[in-house]
Each structure stands twice: as structure tokens, then as C-alpha cells.
């Protein structure tokens, strides 16, 4: 057989010359709406950094700019065995992490365990017993024979808004991701997990409490040193990045060091909650009116996964319903009018379709909603999701963008996770060219703030964390620790 070398992956260039007059008159329209140009970008841009610098000027602001008492980058020299546990919405993650004296390298052991949904809803006790006893399986399967004479210090990401104001300690604002636990919000977490654990006798102590998007830039920078700013960008939007606690004026009452450095969490998503910068549709204005929290999250209702298909989704209800365009005319579109029937993967699978006369998004179509669109309403439906998954890339952009112009950062990497991030077609490439324009870097110079695949920050990044509070409390620094009696009868 002759070798005919790799397949090439099939190309589609994609043609409007067949589409009405009347749909390429909405198409234009929709062009209009979604298309954002560098000097709106460069205006978002620029409010965002007066947005951050009031977040650390006081409480109560739309970004909370949360200190989260992660005091400095790992050095590499961090060495010993931590546990991880990652509290997910579906699973539960338990990682066992050694560090080695190799600078940047880490071995990681770790187990899942399914979250049963009963819990989910469930008493505050019979919670906790589930997490500790998947922690004590792991440690009896992992460590059997052995005789554990000595406390493991434990990161625990524990990715729910928090009132954190000391690393080993974060009360729960909210439940969110399908959790309504009785008990729980409105109390300090730490002490509940480690009730359960102490009641098994498990030499565990959870020494640092961590947000995901932290414990991001903290993996991140432990393998690449010139990643100074971890993103999410998936169901929500984060980010976090180290500030000098000399430029944080709410916690000036502490009197530490200016130059001491400290891990913030910004919670961005609340960016633009008035409304003064942020492009918005009528669509974004429906999605805000129609949500659990109208007038809230008004930055993270335009860029997150949760959001991308719904807006997709009021956009063909509407040119169905109002445009007098012949759009899915005479088809049953009641699959369609059901709201967050469509998620970002929709989007992302119309993308990716390679055929000229778009024979899978045709099928998607057909299978997800019952509905055929002709080839010229296929064109549309191919734009408009070109149109909403670029505006949501070139707005992310806005926020790393913002940190660097705070900072004066000319140049670092970012270090990103999440699903659209990792999955969404074209996404990096198109958030590079947001930052390319914002911050005018001249033609033919490459990237100066590179956004890259981010390390475990759930995993790797908690275990990190709670290395680092370890070695911060032996050289005396107790700034931001709560329990700093029982942290210090550990290195004893």
C-alpha cells in the first residue's frame, strides 16, 4: 500500500455569495452588536485598572480584590509530602504531592470520589463524615502498614465564595454549583472538616484553604517563573496575581511590611456591574434581567461558558420571532425556547464544523433542537457563534490586560485553565490579538504577556500553598494565620 503521508485536516473557507439579501442584512446587524474594536477594548481596559486599584482601597467594591494570605511565589526549594483536597461540584479530589529538592519538579498520587448528589442537599455533618472518610481511604490505601506518627499538613481548595481572613480559616458566603447543604453557609468551613477528621483519628491538619484561581498562579509560577498572573476562564471568570501590601490600603490597620508581597484573588466577574463600560446587547440585557442575580456578575455574563450558548440562543429566538427574515420559518422551535438548553460546547462544535456546506452543524442542529436550517441559515448560525465566542475572548483579555497596566508589567506569562480556555476553539489565539491591540505592541514584535496552559492549581497549586504557609510560619511570619498555635506544635 502506498503511504500517502498524514491526513490533512479538512479546511472550510466558508462563503456568504448563497445567503439572502435579507439574512446578510442581519448578519451585518449582528456584526454591529457583537464586533468589539480596539478603542472600546482599550476603554474597558483602562477602567478595569481603576476598578482594581478601588477594590484594594476598601470592602464593599464590585471586584473584592480578596487578600488570600498566600505570602510569595514558591522559590522552588520547598520540599516534603502534602495532601490536596479538591472540592469539586461533581467529585472530590484527594492528591498526595512530594516535593522533591529538584527545583519546579513534584510527584503527584491522587484518587477521585464520586460526590453523591443526596449529600448535595443533605445536613452539614453526613457532608463532612463523606469527605473525611474518602480522605481516610486514601490515606489507609496509600500508607498501608505504615505508621503515620506525624501530622500531614492539608491544602483544601474549596472553590465556593469565602470570607477569608486568614489562610487556615473562610467562611461561606454562598453555596453555588447545585450545593445547598444546610449548616454551612454563614460558618467558618476549616473547623467543620476538621471535627470530621479528628473523630477518625486522622493525623491531618488543614493548613491553608484555597481558591482555585490562586492556587493557578501558584502551580503555575512554581514550574515557569515568569507566570505572574493565573486566570480562569470557564463556567466563571477569575484571576489572581501578587500585590505589595503597600498597595493594598484596607489592610494598611496590619502594619506589614510595603514590600511584602501577598496573593490576590479578584473575583472579576462583578466587573462593570453599572453598566458605564462594557459593550451590552439587548441579549446581555436579558440574560442579566432573566438570572438568579440581576444587576450582578456583569462582566462574567458576557465572557463565562454559562452564558455563551444562552446568548446564541436569544439571538435565533429572536430573529425567528421578530425580524421578519424567514428564519427556521414554518419549523417548531419549542426545544429552542427553552432557556441554557445550549451550553459553550454548542458553540464550539458549529466552530469546528471543516465542511463547506456544514453538514455536522446542520446535524447538531437536527439532534440538539429538532430543526433543520437551510444552508444560508447555517451561514448565520456559523457567524453568530464566530461573532459571540470572539467578543467573549476579546474581553477576557481585559483583565489580564488591566493587572499588566497596574503592575507595569511590560512583559510575563499568564497561566490560564478552565473548560472554555482548554476547549473553546481559537480562543487563545484570539484573546493574543485582544492583548496585542490593548497594549500596542509594534507590528512584528512577538507576545509580550503569553498566555499559556496553567499548571494543577487545585492540586499541585493547594499542596504548594500549604508548603509555603508551613515554611512562612517557621521563619515567624504569622500574618494572616488563625490557628498559629497548633501550626507551630506541627514543626515542632
Same mark, same amino acid.
Given at each position: 500500500?502506498?503511504?500517502?503521508?498524514?491526513?490533512?485536516?479538512?479546511?472550510?473557507?466558508?462563503?456568504?455569495?448563497? /445567503?439572502?439579501?435579507?439574512?446578510?442584512?442581519?448578519?451585518?446587524?449582528?456584526?454591529?452588536?457583537?464586533?468589539? =474594536?480596539?478603542?472600546?477594548?482599550?476603554?474597558?481596559?483602562?477602567?478595569?485598572?481603576?476598578?482594581?486599584?478601588?477594590?484594594?482601597?476598601?470592602?464593599?467594591?464590585?471586584?473584592?480584590?480578596?487578600?488570600?494570605?498566600?505570602?510569595?511565589?514558591?522559590?522552588?526549594?520547598?520540599?516534603?509530602?502534602?495532601?490536596?483536597?479538591?472540592?469539586?461540584?461533581?467529585?472530590?479530589?484527594?492528591?498526595?504531592?512530594?516535593?522533591?529538592?529538584?527545583?519546579?519538579?513534584?510527584?503527584?498520587?491522587?484518587?477521585? !470520589?464520586?460526590?453523591?448528589?443526596?449529600?448535595?442537599?443533605?445536613?452539614?455533618?453526613?457532608?463532612?463524615?463523606?469527605?473525611?472518610?474518602?480522605?481516610?481511604?486514601?490515606? =489507609?490505601?496509600?500508607?498501608?502498614?505504615?505508621?503515620?506518627?506525624?501530622?500531614?499538613?492539608?491544602?483544601?481548595?474549596?472553590? !465556593?465564595?469565602?470570607?477569608?481572613? !486568614?489562610?487556615?480559616?473562610?467562611?461561606?458566603?454562598?453555596?453555588?454549583?447545585?450545593?445547598? /447543604?444546610?449548616?454551612?453557609?454563614?460558618?467558618?468551613?476549616?473547623?467543620?472538616?476538621?471535627?470530621?477528621?479528628?473523630?477518625?483519628?486522622?493525623?491531618?491538619?488543614?493548613?491553608?484553604?484555597?481558591?482555585?484561581?490562586?492556587?493557578?498562579?501558584?502551580?503555575?509560577?512554581?514550574?515557569?517563573?515568569?507566570?505572574?498572573?493565573?486566570?480562569?476562564?470557564?463556567?466563571?471568570?477569575?484571576?489572581?496575581?501578587?500585590?505589595?501590601?503597600?498597595?493594598?490600603?484596607?489592610?494598611?490597620?496590619?502594619?506589614?511590611?510595603?514590600?511584602?508581597? /501577598? *496573593?490576590?484573588?479578584?473575583?472579576?466577574?462583578?466587573?462593570?456591574?453599572?453598566?458605564?463600560?462594557?459593550?451590552?446587547?439587548?441579549?446581555?440585557?436579558?440574560?442579566?434581567?432573566?438570572?438568579?442575580?440581576?444587576?450582578?456578575?456583569?462582566?462574567?455574563?458576557?465572557?463565562?461558558?454559562?452564558?455563551?450558548? =444562552?446568548?446564541?440562543? &436569544?439571538?435565533?429566538?429572536? &430573529?425567528?420571532?421578530?425580524?421578519?427574515?424567514?428564519?427556521?420559518?414554518?419549523?417548531?422551535?419549542?426545544?429552542?425556547?427553552?432557556?441554557? +438548553?445550549?451550553?459553550?460546547?454548542?458553540?464550539?462544535?458549529?466552530?469546528?464544523?471543516?465542511?463547506? @456546506?456544514?453538514?455536522? +452543524?446542520?446535524?447538531?442542529?437536527?439532534?440538539?433542537?429538532?430543526?433543520?436550517?437551510?444552508?444560508?441559515?447555517?451561514?448565520?448560525?456559523?457567524?453568530? *457563534?464566530?461573532?459571540?465566542? +470572539?467578543?467573549?475572548?476579546?474581553?477576557?483579555?481585559?483583565?489580564?490586560? *488591566?493587572?499588566?497596566?497596574?503592575?507595569?508589567?511590560?512583559?510575563?506569562?499568564?497561566?490560564?485553565?478552565?473548560?472554555?480556555?482548554?476547549?473553546?476553539?481559537?480562543?487563545?489565539?484570539?484573546?493574543?490579538?485582544?492583548?496585542?491591540?490593548?497594549?500596542?505592541?509594534?507590528?512584528?514584535?512577538?507576545?509580550?504577556?503569553?498566555?499559556?496552559?496553567?499548571?494543577?492549581?487545585?492540586? /499541585?497549586?493547594?499542596?504548594?500553598?500549604?508548603?509555603?504557609?508551613?515554611?512562612?510560619?517557621?521563619?515567624? @511570619?504569622?500574618?494572616?494565620?488563625?490557628?498559629?498555635?497548633?501550626?507551630?506544635?506541627?514543626?515542632?
Amino acid at each position: 500500500m502506498v503511504g500517502l503521508g498524514p491526513k490533512r485536516q479538512p479546511s472550510r473557507k466558508g462563503s456568504m455569495a448563497d /445567503v439572502p439579501k435579507n439574512l446578510l442584512e442581519q448578519i451585518r446587524y449582528l456584526e454591529e452588536l457583537f464586533i468589539v =474594536e480596539a478603542p472600546k477594548l482599550k476603554e474597558v481596559t483602562d477602567h478595569f485598572v481603576k476598578e482594581l486599584i478601588k477594590g484594594l482601597s476598601k470592602e464593599g467594591c464590585n471586584i473584592p480584590m480578596n487578600p488570600t494570605w498566600v505570602m510569595g511565589y514558591p522559590t522552588g526549594q520547598e520540599t516534603g509530602t502534602y495532601l490536596a483536597l479538591d472540592m469539586g461540584g461533581t467529585n472530590l479530589r484527594v492528591c498526595e504531592i512530594y516535593l522533591p529538592e529538584e527545583k519546579g519538579e513534584f510527584d503527584i498520587t491522587q484518587s477521585k !470520589y464520586r460526590m453523591p448528589e443526596e449529600l448535595k442537599t443533605g445536613k452539614s455533618e453526613d457532608m463532612w463524615e463523606y469527605i473525611a472518610d474518602c480522605l481516610q481511604q486514601f490515606v =489507609e490505601y496509600h500508607h498501608e502498614g505504615e505508621k503515620l506518627d506525624t501530622i500531614m499538613p492539608l491544602g483544601f481548595t474549596f472553590s !465556593y465564595p469565602c470570607t477569608q481572613d !486568614y489562610i487556615d480559616h473562610g467562611v461561606l458566603q454562598r453555596w453555588t454549583k447545585g450545593f445547598d /447543604v444546610d449548616g454551612v453557609e454563614g460558618k467558618d468551613v476549616v473547623p467543620m472538616l476538621e471535627a470530621a477528621l479528628e473523630k477518625r483519628g486522622l493525623p491531618i491538619k488543614v493548613v491553608a484553604l484555597v481558591n482555585d484561581t490562586t492556587g493557578t498562579l501558584i502551580a503555575s509560577h512554581y514550574t515557569d517563573d515568569q507566570m505572574m498572573i493565573g486566570c480562569i476562564f470557564g463556567t466563571g471568570c477569575n484571576a489572581a496575581y501578587m500585590e505589595h501590601c503597600g498597595e493594598i490600603p484596607k489592610i494598611a490597620h496590619m502594619n506589614l511590611p510595603s514590600d511584602m508581597p /501577598v *496573593a490576590i484573588n479578584c473575583e472579576y466577574g462583578a466587573f462593570d456591574n453599572e453598566h458605564l463600560v462594557l459593550p451590552r446587547t439587548p441579549y446581555d440585557v436579558i440574560i442579566d434581567r432573566d438570572s438568579p442575580r440581576p444587576g450582578q456578575q456583569a462582566f462574567e455574563k458576557m465572557i463565562a461558558g454559562l452564558y455563551l450558548g =444562552e446568548i446564541f440562543r &436569544l439571538v435565533l429566538v429572536d &430573529l425567528h420571532d421578530n425580524k421578519n427574515c424567514g428564519f427556521l420559518e414554518n419549523q417548531d422551535i419549542a426545544a429552542l425556547r427553552k432557556p441554557y +438548553t445550549l451550553d459553550a460546547s454548542f458553540l464550539a462544535s458549529i466552530e469546528e464544523d471543516p465542511f463547506e @456546506n456544514l453538514s455536522e +452543524t446542520a446535524d447538531l442542529f437536527d439532534r440538539t433542537l429538532k430543526v433543520r436550517p437551510s444552508k444560508p441559515e447555517l451561514e448565520l448560525c456559523r457567524r453568530l *457563534a464566530e461573532l459571540i465566542g +470572539t467578543r467573549a475572548a476579546r474581553l477576557s483579555a481585559c483583565g489580564p490586560a *488591566a493587572i499588566c497596566k497596574k503592575k507595569g508589567i511590560k512583559a510575563c506569562h499568564v497561566g490560564a485553565d478552565g473548560s472554555v480556555f482548554n476547549k473553546y476553539p481559537h480562543f487563545k489565539a484570539r484573546g493574543a490579538q485582544a492583548l496585542r491591540e490593548i497594549l500596542d505592541w509594534p507590528k512584528g514584535m512577538k507576545d509580550q504577556v503569553d498566555i499559556r496552559a496553567a499548571e494543577d492549581g487545585s492540586g /499541585v497549586g493547594a499542596a504548594l500553598i500549604a508548603a509555603l504557609t508551613n515554611r512562612r510560619v517557621k521563619d515567624g @511570619n504569622l500574618a494572616g494565620i488563625k490557628n498559629k498555635d497548633a501550626l507551630l506544635s506541627m514543626m515542632k
